[in-house]
């Protein structure tokens, strides 16, 4: 039997669990939950999975989710 986790790693290093797998380009909030699209404003703290990495070992496979923050210019383009 495998367990899989599931983790966010933020730009500055910190690594977070998550309760399910996220995408590539996928937008998330702060806590690594998916943002609801159209976004109705752009003044949020919001990140882009840009890599996920896989890591198995013995009856435990752990896959990381590496984000960007994604400035505030860019997050006009999700806006109403």
Do not use: W
């Not at 882009?48 to 006009?76: A, C, N, W």
């Amino acid at each position: 039997m495998t367990i899989i986790e599931y983790y966010i790693v933020y730009p500055e290093g910190e690594i977070q669990e998550l309760e399910a797998p996220l995408r590539i380009d996928q937008i998330v909030d702060l806590n690594g939950r998916p943002l609801p699209m159209p976004l109705t404003s752009p003044r949020v703290i919001a990140y882009r999975v840009m890599k996920i990495r896989q890591s198995e070992d013995r009856g435990m496979l752990k896959i990381f989710h590496y984000v960007e923050l994604i400035p505030t210019r860019e997050l006009l383009s999700h806006c109403y």
